[in-house]
T-cell receptor
Framework: NAGVTQTPKFQVLKTGQSMTLQCAQD?????MSWYRQDPGMGLRLIHYSVGAGITDQGEVPNGYNVSRSTTEDFPLRLLSAAPSQTSVYFC????????????????FGSGTRLTVV | GENVEQHPSTLSVQEGDSAVIKCTYSDSASNYFPWYKQELGKRPQLIIDIRSNVGEKKDQRIAVTLNKTAKHFSLHITETQPEDSAVYFC???????????FGTGTKLQVIP
C-alpha cells in the first residue's frame, strides 16, 4: 500500500512551458484534490474530484486543468507556466464523507516543488 | 464562505510543557475538524480529528476539544518533546467534503 504517490518531486520550468504533475493513490479513495502551499498562505485548494469523471474548481484554479478518468489517478496540468505558479504542490485523497463514521481525513502525497523562471 | 482563523502563528514551549493551538470558524454547519502536522520539508500528516457530534477526543499526548456554540476547536499537546516541533494546521469541513478550509498554520518549537 503506497498511499498517495506524486511525481516529480522537483521541477524547474521556463515561463510559458506546460507540464503535468502526476498523482496516484491505491487506497480506493473517492475524493482527490490538489493544493498549493506558499509561505504565509497555508494550503489553498486548486481543483478537486469526488469520483471518476467528476471534477470541480477550488479557490485558485486559474492556469491549471485536471481530469479524473480513473479512481486512482488525478493529474494536474499547468497550461502555460508563470512565475506566480512557483510553489509546492500537494495532492491529497480521502474517502467521501460518510455519516456512518468512516474516517475521511486527508492522506497527502510527498509534494512537488515547482520553480518557474 | 468559511472563515478559519488559527492562533498563535508561532509558539515556543519548554520540553515537557503543554502547547495549545486554537482555531475559530464561521459556518455553524461545519461538521469535521482535522489537525495536520507538517515537519520541515515533509508532507502534512493527519494527527487527530473530531466530528461535530463529539466534544473531545484524545490520542496519547494529543487531544482535540470542540466548542460548537462558540465555534472554536483546539489542539492540546501535553508533555511536549523536541520531535513535536513542526507546523500544525487545522482544517474545517463544511457543507460536505469539498468545502475544506485550512488555517494558516502554527509553527511550534519545543526547546530542549
Amino acid at each position: 500500500n503506497a498511499g498517495v504517490t506524486q511525481t516529480p518531486k522537483f521541477q524547474v520550468l521556463k515561463t510559458g512551458q506546460s507540464m503535468t504533475l502526476q498523482c496516484a493513490q491505491d487506497m480506493n479513495h473517492e475524493y482527490m484534490s490538489w493544493y498549493r502551499q506558499d509561505p504565509g498562505m497555508g494550503l489553498r485548494l486548486i481543483h478537486y474530484s469526488v469520483g471518476a469523471g467528476i471534477t470541480d474548481q477550488g479557490e485558485v484554479p486559474n492556469g491549471y486543468n485536471v481530469s479524473r478518468s480513473t479512481t486512482e489517478d488525478f493529474p494536474l496540468r499547468l497550461l502555460s507556466a508563470a512565475p506566480s505558479q512557483t510553489s509546492v504542490y500537494f495532492c491529497a485523497s480521502s474517502y467521501n464523507f460518510d455519516a456512518q463514521g468512516r474516517d475521511y481525513g486527508y492522506t497527502f502525497g510527498s509534494g512537488t516543488r515547482l520553480t518557474v523562471v | 464562505g468559511e472563515n478559519v482563523e488559527q492562533h498563535p502563528s508561532t509558539l515556543s514551549v519548554q520540553e515537557g510543557d503543554s502547547a495549545v493551538i486554537k482555531c475559530t470558524y464561521s459556518d455553524s454547519a461545519s461538521n469535521y475538524f482535522p489537525w495536520y502536522k507538517q515537519e520541515l520539508g515533509k508532507r502534512p500528516q493527519l494527527i487527530i480529528d473530531i466530528r461535530s457530534n463529539v466534544g473531545e477526543k484524545k490520542d496519547q499526548r494529543i487531544a482535540v476539544t470542540l466548542n460548537k456554540t462558540a465555534k472554536h476547536f483546539s489542539l492540546h499537546i501535553t508533555e511536549t518533546q523536541p520531535e513535536d516541533s513542526a507546523v500544525y494546521f487545522c482544517a474545517v469541513h463544511s457543507g460536505g467534503y469539498q468545502k475544506v478550509t485550512f488555517g494558516t498554520g502554527t509553527k511550534l518549537q519545543v526547546i530542549p
